[in-house]
């Protein structure tokens, strides 16, 4: 079954340390974003990557890090310096940038403390 | 800049009565999308839109884009348990080279049995 697969589901960390989000997919899509979505809201865009080796920031890109070394891999580092990282994390990949629809990952939540 | 109000916040229905979630736009839109997200869940691509006043249909679901395009409609006919979640518009906007994509705020559906 082709899909995006996020790791781990839950995840837990102190304040002060930075953690990465994996996601993986194989669907041979181009395009991978990652979003967050605080409980109640909507979703927000942190980084997308229309290519391997290319990625551009969102809307709320700072506090965070990415990298596209693989069509297939887009992991997300969620730095110390993010003031308010508890949150969903939502992976998704699309066929390219344009009107394409969004596939969705299962999602991780990070809760610091 | 532009704005995209997603109305209601929260809709609570006995099963069986009708649901509508509205997206409303200040300037024309090129596309819209809708997805669903389940409670604990992550979002799905239900349909894009992308002519003037195209309805289309999925079963007891009825998607309309205005035919200004500002504006953007999901009716449910009968709710059902399975219903429940939340729904969310979404459109793209041009960023350099690429488009993003931006979510409402989303519409929570309660159905009550």
């Known amino acids: 079954d082709g899909g995006i697969t996020q790791s781990p589901k839950y995840l837990f960390r102190k304040e002060g340390q930075n953690v990465t989000l994996s996601c993986e997919q194989n669907l041979n899509h181009d395009a991978m974003y990652w979003y967050r979505q605080d409980p109640g809201q909507g979703l927000r865009l942190i980084y997308y990557s229309q290519i391997v080796n290319d990625f551009q920031k969102g809307d709320i890109a700072e506090g965070y890090s990415v990298s596209r070394e693989k069509k297939e891999s887009f992991p997300l580092t969620v730095t110390s310096a993010q003031k308010n990282p508890t949150a969903f994390y939502l992976c998704?990949?699309?066929?390219?940038?344009?009107?394409?629809?969004?596939?969705f990952g299962n999602g991780t939540r990070l809760t610091v403390t | 800049g532009q704005q995209v109000m997603q109305i209601p916040q929260y809709q609570h229905v006995q099963e069986g009565e009708d649901f509508t979630t509205y997206c409303n736009s200040s300037?024309?839109?090129?596309?819209i999308q809708w997805y669903k997200q389940r409670p604990g869940g992550h979002p799905v691509f239900l349909i894009q839109l992308v002519k003037s006043g195209e309805v289309k249909k999925q079963k007891r679901l009825t998607f309309q884009f205005g035919e200004a395009k500002k504006n953007s409609s999901l009716h449910i006919t009968a709710t059902q348990t399975t219903d429940v979640g939340t729904y969310f518009c979404?459109?793209?906007?041009?960023?350099?080279?690429?488009?993003?994509?931006?979510f409402g705020s989303g519409t929570q559906l309660t159905v009550l049995p």
């Open positions: 979404a459109w793209g906007i041009s960023s350099g080279s690429a488009r993003q994509l931006t």
């Open positions: 998704a990949s699309s066929m390219g940038m344009g009107n394409s629809p969004l596939h």
């Open positions: 300037t024309t839109l090129s596309n």
